[in-house]
């Protein structure tokens, strides 16, 4: 579902991201952690088409995002790890413009629209103005417009900012309810003990490369960290 091959960006004499090699199936959630400016968003803005790759290639669903940009996108529901929205527009008119990007017909929008405002609490804050929303709320309705179109891949970075206890709960339920679904799933973040808790392998970039993956335990076991959690033997890796 998601192939990264050779995958490099470099600005100038400063290599970003420094050939990634990867693969994550249908079905799996995949962690994504790494120090501050090792190179996580980039290799994310690269597999949404945000930002071309010097070199190498992302594809979505056999999809070559740098041949085929719209065919891919279509493919992906984006999280970024800040939500950009206009502001101006109601929760539900924002909602309406992002099914028309994406071919939502009327009838299924309402549907779906109505289901996910519902699941992300945000309902009753339909009608209103996306500036009067609290942060949280912002983020709530970010993931409410990158779910509306059913899509086979999820990326998604640092989900969980701003989120209260709940919402938390409720992200990572769901989450693996989509991965259940067969949807592959490409989260980035900073929480490691949600990357514990809800990802099938979890992969470790530090400047720029790639530099572990594999399940929780496999890679305690990697680092001879047997009893240590994913904190310590994050802090080990990066720190060699």
Known sequence: ?????????????????????????????????GPNGAGKTTTINMMGGILSPTSGTVAICGIDMEKHPEKAKMKIGFIPDRP??????????????TADLYGVVED??????????KMFFLTDWADDLIESYSHGMKQRLVMTS???????VIIVDEPMVGLDPVAIKMVKDLLQRLASEGVAVFMSTHTLQVA????DRIGIIHK????????????????????????????RLTEE
């Open 146 to 152: 990158a779910l509306l179109h059913d899509p086979e």
């Open 208 to 235: 720029g490369s790639l530099i572990a993956t594999g399940t929780a335990e496999e890679l305690k076991q990697n680092t001879h960290a047997a009893d240590a959690n994913l904190e310590q033997v994050f802090i």
């Open 196 to 199: 514990e808790d809800v990802c």
């Open 108 to 117: 299924s929008f309402m549907q779906r629209s109505n289901e996910l405002l």
């Open 84 to 97: 950009y929205l206009y502001e101006k527009l109601t929760g539900m008119e924002f909602l309406k413009f």
């Open 1 to 33: 579902m998601i192939d990264l091959k050779n995958l490099t960006k470099k600005y100038g004499d400063l290599t970003a991201v420094n050939d990634i090699n990867l693969s994550i199936p249908k079905g799996d959630i995949f962690g994504f952690i």
